[in-house]
């Protein structure tokens, strides 16, 4: 036996062993596999047809024996089987060796004994896994298994994402509910403290008592008699405390005692009530020392009252310091008068006379309207010239504070400042004097009657007609 033959044989006698570590690694098919390979005896450097022989060993046998008679006797040289593989072994070896091929497991066949007329054996069909294909299973498996691995860790990491996701919904869920829980809970309470009604009753007296006070539907004048009774209006809406209806009687109360409380303020100012009812008295008469400030209340018409009588006033002021002042003059006027001779009396009374005239027919007519363009077409009253020739006429007199309170009044509302102003005659109509009043620029503002002290223009929503 050559030294080959004798080293492949210390090979095969050596003990097969199925390594645990490299087990781990394959996948079930590929260790079913290994593990026959190893009970058979298979080493790693055996090539196919080795594995193949070992993997066979028995089939061969029996089919050699069983099958096949062949003589022994003339047999040149008994081989034994493993010669008979030695030699299929280098016979593939060349064969190798001179072809790319790798004959498939179906057409190699183990060698027959030959005979002694030089017959050769008839080949067995061997059968054996094509390497090509052993190489295509191992890779799909491989692909297989890393397949499943990155499969499993998808899943892995899915399972971990929609464990997050699941965690997170339910701690929005958790935080939502509480918040709701919270907010229902807020709201009922308000409702709870808010939502009380009221007795209806309570609501009907405390609007029937709201509306007396005033003299109209359109709640714009108050009585004077009702004033006193605003302490039962405050009883009445006390009654109301925590019921939905407070808010708005609140607001009712609020502005009703705002609006009273002007009214009395004005009046204290005057010696007899000057707003009684919402309407302005032009007889009453203000204080010595009375102290007059605009008010305002939110109610439009009242406004205008109080600044009305606010007007009043001031201008009363006015003409209680030119009264002082008139008097004054008169008295050294008097004097004067005694020391002159019975001689000049007579002349000296016409001459008075003549001055009283003078002196009542003459007012503070302003600015002068010469080289002013005067709107005289926007005039209440038509000019008439023959009247205002007729300048001795006692129509054309002021009765006592009036064009000192309708001056007053125009300076309250910006209308004029200070003298400012120019004041024509118009016409004598039912023998009172009327006048027109303009601006420095000559634009109109209004028409007066110089004994009632009405006075009106043209803007919108005044009076259509005039006090005559």
């Not at 044989?9 to 079930?28: C, Y």
């Not at 609020?254 to 309407?279: H, R, Y």
């Not at 004029?416 to 004097?433: A, P």
Request: glycine content about 4%; overall charge negative; aromatic content about 6%.
């Amino acid at each position: 036996m050559s030294k080959k033959r004798r080293n492949r044989h210390k090979k095969e006698n050596q003990e097969s062993r199925f390594d645990f570590d490299e087990a781990k690694e394959l996948t079930v098919g590929q260790a079913i596999r290994k593990n026959e390979e190893v009970e058979a005896g298979v080493l790693p450097e055996d090539s196919i047809l080795d594995k193949y022989v070992k993997q066979h060993k028995d089939e061969i046998e029996a089919d050699k024996f069983a099958t096949r008679q062949y003589k022994k006797e003339e047999l040149v040289e008994t081989q034994s089987l493993d010669d008979l593989i030695q030699e299929m072994r280098e016979a593939v070896e060349e064969s190798e060796a001179s072809s790319e091929e790798v004959p498939s497991s179906e057409d190699i066949l183990p060698p027959l004994p030959l005979d002694d007329e030089g017959q050769s054996l008839d080949p067995l069909l061997l059968e054996d896994e094509n390497p090509t294909e052993m190489t295509e299973e191992v890779e799909e498996e491989q692909n297989l298994s890393r397949l499943e691995q990155e499969d499993s860790e998808k899943k892995s990491k899915k399972g971990f994402i929609l464990t997050v996701l699941a965690l997170v919904s339910v701690i929005i869920c958790v935080s939502a509910y509480y918040v709701y829980r919270q907010v229902n809970r807020s709201t009922k309470e308000i409702q709870t403290s808010q939502s009380t009604t009221a007795n209806q009753s309570d609501v009907d007296d405390f609007n029937t008592l709201y509306d007396a006070f005033y003299t109209d539907s359109n709640k714009t004048a108050l009585k004077n008699s009702q004033f006193d009774k605003l302490s039962q209006l405050k009883t009445l809406l006390d009654k109301l405390e925590g019921s939905r209806e407070h808010t708005l009687a609140k607001s009712k109360y609020d502005s009703l005692a705002t609006q009273i409380k002007a009214i009395q303020d004005v009046n204290a100012q005057f010696e007899k009530p000057a707003i009684v009812d919402g309407v302005l008295d032009t007889n009453a008469k203000a204080k010595s020392d009375a102290k007059f400030t605009d008010i305002k209340t939110g109610n439009t018409e009242l406004d205008k009252v109080l600044d009305k009588a606010i007007s009043l006033g001031k201008s009363q002021q006015t003409n209680t310091s030119s009264s002082s002042s008139s008097q004054t003059s008169s008295s050294s006027s008097s004097q004067t008068s005694s020391n002159t001779t019975s001689e000049t009396s007579p002349s000296s009374s016409n001459t008075a006379s003549n001055e009283t005239r003078s002196t009542r027919s003459e007012v503070n007519m302003g600015l002068s309207s010469a080289g002013v363009a005067v709107q005289r077409s926007a005039s209440r009253v038509a000019y008439n010239q023959s009247a205002i020739d007729d300048s001795n006429n006692s129509a054309w007199d002021f009765a006592d504070g009036v064009l000192e309170q309708i001056l007053a009044t125009s300076r309250s509302r910006g209308y004029i400042t200070g003298d400012q102003y120019i004041l024509e005659r118009v016409n004598i109509v039912n023998g009172n004097g009327y006048y027109n009043l303009y601006k420095p620029d000559g634009t109109y503002l209004f028409t007066l009657n110089c004994k009632t002290g009405y006075f009106v223009g043209n803007g919108a929503g005044h009076a259509d007609d005039l006090d005559y």
